[in-house]
């Protein structure tokens, strides 16, 4: 991110935890008071007032990269929009640097193989899964999008990350299925983050069934 600042010694930092990800600063929106600049493990003195973050000592004579720093945060799935900020000086007012930050949740499960009496045989591993986001169409109707392929673990466990809020569906790849001697028997996980109680969702076991010979 590209961002200029007067010459002086101080800047203004606004970082917020954007809910609706539309990259402005809504009144319900939390302010982040932890986070802070660092320049090549240099820091700089912080003062926090009325919802904005004055860094002294930044030094914006000559282009600078910037690193966002939100270790005090201690939150991993709280992580900001850009990692890396350049400033450039220019003569002017005081400039107000707004950062978004966004929720990631996580989303973990299990793919199950059975026999023809319903028996657990085991876990499948390197199986694609196609997690599918709703969007509106033109007509208000709710409709799924390819949002990435994920493929599970050797173990047949597998871990989503870095999902942004929204309403989704985690189906296994209807093509691998048709290429292999098994019937997808539970296919498809529907789940929505505004229901989700922590960053972690644990989804329902997929299964799958050998077909008969």
Same mark, same amino acid.
């Given at each position: 991110?590209?961002?200029?600042?007067?010459?002086?010694?101080?800047?203004?930092?606004?970082?917020?935890?954007?809910?609706?990800?539309?990259?402005?600063?809504?009144?319900?929106?939390?302010?982040?008071?932890?986070?802070?600049?660092?320049?090549?493990?240099?820091?700089?003195?912080?003062?926090?007032?009325?919802?904005?973050?004055?860094?002294?000592?930044?030094?914006?004579?000559?282009?600078?990269?910037?690193? #966002? +720093?939100? /270790?005090?945060?201690?939150?991993?799935? %709280? !992580?900001?929009?850009?990692?890396?900020?350049? =400033?450039?000086?220019?003569?002017?007012?005081?400039?107000?640097?707004?950062?978004?930050?966004?929720?990631?949740?996580?989303?973990?499960?299990?793919?199950?193989?059975?026999?023809?009496?319903?028996?657990?045989?085991?876990?499948?591993?390197?199986?694609?899964?196609?997690?599918?986001?709703?969007?509106?169409?033109?007509?208000?109707?709710?409709?799924?999008?390819?949002?990435?392929?994920?493929?599970?673990?050797?173990?047949?466990?597998?871990?989503?990350?870095?999902?942004?809020?929204?309403?989704?569906?985690?189906? #296994? +790849?209807? /093509?691998?299925?048709?290429?292999?001697? %098994? !019937?997808?028997?539970?296919?498809?996980?529907? =789940?929505?983050?505004?229901?989700?109680?922590?960053?972690?969702?644990?989804?329902?076991?997929?299964?799958?069934?050998?077909?008969?010979?």
């Amino acid at each position: 991110m590209y961002s200029s600042v007067k010459k002086g010694n101080y800047l203004s930092l606004k970082p917020f935890l954007d809910l609706n990800q539309n990259d402005q600063w809504d009144e319900n929106e939390e302010f982040l008071s932890e986070v802070n600049l660092i320049q090549k493990n240099k820091t700089f003195r912080k003062n926090v007032t009325n919802n904005s973050i004055k860094l002294y000592g930044i030094d914006a004579y000559n282009p600078k990269t910037y690193t #966002i +720093d939100d /270790e005090e945060l201690n939150n991993p799935f %709280i !992580t900001p929009k850009y990692q890396d900020i350049k =400033l450039e000086s220019h003569p002017g007012g005081e400039v107000e640097l707004k950062i978004p930050f966004y929720i990631h949740f996580e989303i973990e499960g299990e793919i199950q193989l059975f026999d023809d009496d319903n028996n657990p045989i085991e876990r499948v591993g390197q199986l694609p899964l196609n997690l599918y986001k709703y969007n509106d169409d033109e007509q208000g109707n709710e409709q799924p999008e390819l949002f990435k392929t994920y493929w599970s673990e050797p173990d047949g466990f597998y871990v989503l990350d870095k999902v942004r809020p929204g309403k989704y569906m985690l189906r #296994i +790849d209807n /093509e691998f299925i048709a290429g292999q001697e %098994i !019937t997808c028997t539970t296919c498809e996980f529907i =789940l929505n983050t505004e229901e989700a109680k922590d960053y972690v969702l644990f989804a329902n076991t997929l299964t799958l069934k050998k077909q008969k010979r």
